[in-house]
């Protein structure tokens, strides 16, 4: 009998906690059960008066609110106050960017997917999609990518007029100053299209887009800076760069050696407030024909010209090319991408404090600024990037896998292929899902600024593994560089991706994991506050109420871990339909997650900081929950098709197993031995049962891009594959069709073979025997002639006389 009240008791607490009971909820439920307890047990009275008291000694602390603040929560928050970690001002700001979007619920361990999947489908509107039917299009017609990059290692004169004419420099400025205002699915869509075409041409597209002067001038520029830039901005009369990366500072940018002075000096003979400037800065797109710079630089005010303060910090100012003391003009040549890029370096240049963004009242807010602007940005231009390359690797790579040939086969019957072209295609469909999914929860209004960072760093290196198993499939087709080769510069240019913007290295091991945590925790960012405030008592009883709730929050968690792993979530309430338990398992996932967030922070403190590869596996488990997400709503916004399952199924385990081995990674590593094994057994009851797709899901999926199928059409949606006679892409596609429309055809030809009846050095000479035979027809003999003529031609390379590649 006695374990009947005690598994009714577990039962209890277990579900009290699953469903987040509410302390009121708690306090009756227990009560109850002590009363029953005490009413039909046969215990003895040491026994139960044990359990009242132990109940009472439990309860009293969480109702005496004054007794529990004086003798508990005061000695909490002096350990916490003497072993928080300190925090740069740079850090702080950073921290302080941006809202929190769906990586917020899946920090809560309870995920709400009807939230996820209500969330408004991204969609263009009429005006959006004339411009991607009609500028896009056109733009993408005149690219000659392979003399960009090699014969002018710049765009043509008319493709800059171009984009200039058509608005591609004003995506994000508002109607009213002669743009276009574009929505972020919108641009991404742009640079997704443009991308799979040229990364050069995409980048110069990209950068007056994102954080910039444009962005800056929108959300701080003064009215009258507003007047000035904008519209010749939208006009494409200003060529805006931003420098901010300098020789010390990359990452780091408190590191900044680049200063400004306040100090008094003239301008066109007049004595004027101003700032004596010197810089040295790298990197910087499109800095060799900026008419304009943005500039951000560490401002010093000593005569207290501007107001109390010496150091006022990171600024950000608006420089025509033109001014005296700019050096400018020199170009980097990253990776064999050719849009303008270089450095640029001042000297004693003076500019008026009004030049500053915002004005003088902005000193000092620049990194502000910068975080707050990069929240959404990153989101855009470098998954777009990545996504762009994917889809024209996911086009090409099953086309030509079905047109090449090896020991009389086509490369994509082999297993190994097959392999490959499964990994194209699921991670080209998680790269469209992610950045899809965070530009929608952009237009909603939100900043979202860990979703970002998530999407940033996982679609720019799942871009680096397509291209990287694209070069495998194609062998010396890939390598080639030429103007037929459609992969080479994609290779080359995708480490520019994974390096601006936040270094992916850094991106992972500090900023998902330490920002995430800090503004997504429900508690955590609370009490940093509250420890921080002035007032004593406010501290107190702020700092109280965020304990109080993170204590319980942490339980919730431990409880929902253990329950949820040992009936492999099953019994989680998740949409009804065909990818239910992969919505199950991402919620299982997620309490787990929650519950290792807090342990880690409990045991390792302020060290958590340092322990990177801690923080970095910490970050992978939340950043494959936002993956997954992103899958099961892609699919519903995609009309829930049936014959997307095999990519839908590849896609989610994947990201279950890395989910489970990023679990793994962080117990195998962390510091606490003996309560990493407890975790374990808590999370994994029955073992770690998620292993990557198998041979035949793979298969399934490698299917879908050896034929032209609604899925692929789907998946490589946004390519450009117009048929125009030298776009690469359209001849691939016109090669499949022939090629596959004359496989029957080879088939008779082969069992003729087979049968001795035809002989012949070739396809091609046994066709014609066949022919003469009887075998075949001369209708047939023409299908079989043009498709070999089209696979010649795809599997061709480029190759030049010497004095051609001289320059």
């Not at 439920?29 to 139960?48: E, G, K, P, V, Y």
Request: glycine share 8%.
């Amino acid at each position: 009998m006695g374990w009947f009240w005690i598994l009714a008791f577990l039962g209890s607490v277990s579900t009290l906690a699953y469903q987040r009971a509410t302390l009121a909820v708690w306090t009756l439920a227990i009560a109850l059960f002590l009363a029953l307890l005490t009413i039909l047990s046969h215990a003895s009275f040491w026994s139960l008066s044990s359990c009242w008291v132990i109940f009472a000694i439990m309860i009293v602390p969480l109702y005496a609110t004054g007794w529990r603040r004086k003798f508990i929560t005061r000695r909490v928050l002096n350990f916490y106050r003497n072993n928080m970690p300190t925090m740069s001002s740079t850090e702080s700001e950073a921290l302080a960017a941006g809202t929190v979007g769906w990586e917020g619920e899946l920090f809560q361990g309870n995920p709400n997917w009807e939230k996820l999947l209500n969330y408004p489908k991204p969609m263009l509107s009429a005006e959006e999609c004339a411009f991607l039917e009609g500028p896009v299009q056109t733009l993408c017609a005149m690219i000659n990518d392979w003399d960009i990059t090699h014969n002018r290692a710049d765009l043509p004169p008319q493709m800059w007029q171009f984009l200039k004419d058509e608005g591609f420099f004003a995506l994000i400025i508002p109607k009213e100053y002669g743009g276009k205002a574009f929505s972020a699915y919108a641009h991404s869509q742009v640079l997704t299209t443009v991308y799979g075409k040229s990364a050069s041409v995409a980048s110069t597209i990209a950068v007056p887009n994102s954080l910039g002067p444009a962005e800056l001038l929108l959300h701080y520029g003064t009215e009258e800076q507003k007047n000035y830039y904008l519209p010749r901005l939208a006009r494409g009369e200003e060529i805006p760069c931003f420098a901010l990366t300098g020789l010390e500072a990359g990452s780091d940018a408190g590191a900044m050696m680049d200063k400004g002075i306040v100090c008094w000096g003239e301008q066109e003979g007049k004595k004027i407030l101003g700032i004596r400037l010197s810089w040295n800065k790298r990197y910087i797109t499109l800095a060799p024909v900026a008419t304009v710079i943005g500039l951000a630089f560490k401002l010093y005010d000593p005569e207290h010209l501007l107001g109390e303060q010496k150091k006022l910090g990171i600024t950000c100012a608006l420089i025509p090319r033109n001014t005296p003391g700019i050096t400018i003009g020199r170009r980097h040549f990253p990776c064999n991408a050719v849009f303008q890029n270089g450095p640029t370096q001042g000297k004693d240049v003076f500019i008026p404090v009004t030049w500053i963004i915002g004005g003088p009242k902005m000193a000092g807010q620049g990194w502000r600024m910068l975080m707050e602007c990069l929240a959404a940005g990153r989101a855009i231009s470098l998954p777009a990037s990545a996504t762009g390359g994917g889809k024209m690797v996911a086009f090409t790579a099953g086309a030509y896998a079905r047109i090449r040939r090896q020991f009389k086969v086509p490369i994509g019957r082999f297993e190994g292929i097959e392999e490959v072209l499964a990994r194209i295609a699921g991670y080209t469909y998680l790269m469209d899902a992610t950045r899809t999914l965070t530009a929608g929860i952009i237009d909603t209004g939100e900043k979202p600024a860990v979703a970002s960072a998530i999407t940033k760093y996982h679609v720019t290196e799942l871009g680096r593994s397509v291209v990287d198993d694209a070069m495998d499939l194609h062998g010396g087709k890939g390598i080639c560089l030429g103007p037929n080769n459609y992969l080479g510069r994609f290779y080359q240019a995708i480490p520019i991706a994974i390096t601006v913007e936040g270094a992916n290295i850094l991106t992972r091991s500090m900023i998902i994991f330490g920002q995430g945590a800090m503004r997504c925790h429900p508690y955590i960012l609370a009490e940093f506050n509250a420890a921080s405030l002035v007032d004593e008592n406010q501290r107190l009883r702020e700092f109280d109420q965020a304990l109080m709730g993170h204590i319980s929050f942490t339980l919730t968690n431990f409880f929902r871990t253990v329950v949820l792993g040992l009936t492999s979530a099953k019994i989680v309430k998740a949409p009804a339909i065909i990818t239910k338990r992969y919505f199950q398992q991402a919620t299982r996932f997620s309490a787990a997650f929650a519950m290792l967030a807090d342990i880690s922070l409990l045991v390792l403190g302020g060290s958590l900081k340092r322990k990177e590869s801690i923080s970095a596996r910490l970050g992978d488990i939340l950043s494959y929950l936002y993956l997954l997400s992103a899958v099961l709503k892609h699919h519903q916004d995609q009309g829930n098709h049936a014959d997307d399952l095999p990519l839908v199924r590849w896609a989610s385990l994947t990201c279950l197993f890395e989910i489970q081995e990023g679990i793994d990674g962080l117990l195998k590593n962390f510091p606490n031995r003996w309560l990493a094994y407890f975790l374990r057994v808590l999370i994994f009851p029955v073992g770690m049962r998620f292993s990557k797709p198998d041979d035949k899901l793979g298969f399934k999926v490698a299917q879908l891009l050896l034929a032209p199928t609604p899925t692929r059409t789907r998946l490589t949606e946004g390519a450009f594959t117009t048929d125009i006679s030298d776009n690469v892409l359209a001849v691939i596609e016109n090669a499949l069709q022939k090629v596959i429309a004359a496989e029957p055809v080879e088939k008779l030809i082969k069992a003729a073979v087979h049968d001795k009846l035809v002989k012949g050095e070739d396809l091609i000479e046994q066709g014609k025997v066949a022919l003469e035979k009887g075998i075949i027809s001369d209708e047939q003999l023409a299908i079989v002639l043009v498709a070999e003529e089209a696979r010649q031609k795809v599997i061709s390379v480029d190759d030049f006389a010497p004095e051609e590649l001289v320059r």
